[in-house]
């Protein structure tokens, strides 16, 4: 008996949690994820088709509105699209910045260069929180959370937007891209 509790409590502690309580945490899940090349946990950190309703409804929204029942249609496909365009991340698929101190002009343009994800750390997390926009009631209160990452001479920032799902976990949004910084 004592055996079997030894090996039960092993797995759990070798069991990875992906809790996201904060923004800050979902950001550093999200960055773990690429870093280690394991995308396969983003599904993890997003809001399942299955909940939609039930975070409407948290929220105050018709589930019978036609733009809800428009977006729920479509609601695979946004998400199949997150998950690529973090894939496309992953393999270097940035905006790169270049900015004319001369001009005070900025040039934007994507490159695919592969990034070395293993030597990226995180400089700093910041959350800009928006309120209901006051003049559409369906809105939602939603987070954007701006992880700035690189080695020492580079600067990369990765933007995404984020809200509470009816799990209270935060959930990744619809919005993800990553910007390089010259």
């Known amino acids: 008996m004592k055996s079997k509790s030894i090996v039960i409590i092993f797995l759990l502690l070798a069991c990875k949690v992906h809790a996201q309580d904060s923004p800050e945490q979902l950001a550093n899940n999200i960055f773990d994820a690429l870093k280690a090349n394991n995308l396969n946990v983003i599904p993890d950190y997003?809001?399942?088709y299955e909940e939609l309703n039930a975070f409407y409804i948290q929220n105050g929204i018709d589930t019978s509105d036609s733009k809800i029942i428009h977006y729920k249609s479509k609601y695979k496909n946004i998400s199949a699209n997150v998950y690529k365009n973090l894939d496309s991340i992953q393999n270097g698929?940035?905006?790169?910045?270049?900015?004319?101190?001369k001009t005070d002009t900025s040039l934007q343009e994507r490159t695919n260069k592969k990034m070395n994800w293993e030597k990226y750390t995180i400089n700093k997390i910041q959350?800009?929180?928006?309120?209901?926009l006051l003049n559409d009631p369906k809105s939602l209160n939603s987070t954007t959370v701006l992880i700035s990452f690189g080695p020492k001479r580079k600067r990369f920032s990765l933007l995404f937007d984020t809200f509470k799902g009816v799990d209270n976990k935060w959930k990744l949004g619809n919005y993800v891209h990553c910007i390089k910084y010259e």
């Open 46 to 48: 997003r809001l399942k």
């Open 93 to 101: 698929f940035v905006t790169k910045m270049t900015f004319n101190r």
């Open 127 to 132: 959350v800009f929180k928006q309120e209901k």
